[in-house]
Nanobody
Framework: QVQLAESGGGLEQPGGSLRLSCAAS????????MGWYRQAPGKQRELVAT???????NYAAAVKGRFTISGDNAKNTVYLQMNSLKPEDTAVYYC???????????WGQGTQVTVSS
């Protein structure tokens, strides 16, 4: 049973920083992609960043240069360092685990990030 446990959300002022963590358990295959998505009120869920087990990263244009995704394969944990936060970064952030080429795709419960003065 795959489970994703997210932590690190909260309230931050514009220009501040937050770090999200997602610990995965029950992973059966070593090759996978982990990532972060977000959903703001009234909007569709969108990609924030992904990282493969080989370390290849991908970022949405809106966060490139401000957010950094990293992973610890030994701990099955992925992190999202968010700097220079903007009010438009306010959303529920979801951790995702995907096994390419299969139908196996899993989501965490989400963690709220609010950027406001």
């Amino acid at each position: 049973q795959v489970q994703l446990a997210e932590s690190g959300g909260g309230l931050e002022q514009p220009g501040g920083s937050l770090r999200l963590s997602c610990a995965a358990s029950g992973i059966g295959f070593s090759i996978h992609v982990m990532g972060w998505y977000r959903q703001a009120p009234g909007k569709q869920r969108e990609l924030v960043a992904t990282i493969t087990t080989s370390g290849t990263t991908n970022y949405a244009a809106a966060v490139k240069g401000r957010f950094t995704i990293s992973g610890d394969n030994a701990k099955n944990t992925v992190y999202l360092q968010m700097n220079s936060l903007k009010p438009e970064d306010t959303a529920v952030y979801y951790c995702n685990l995907d096994y390419p080429g299969t139908s196996m795709n899993y989501w965490g419960q989400g963690t709220q990030v609010t950027v406001s003065s």
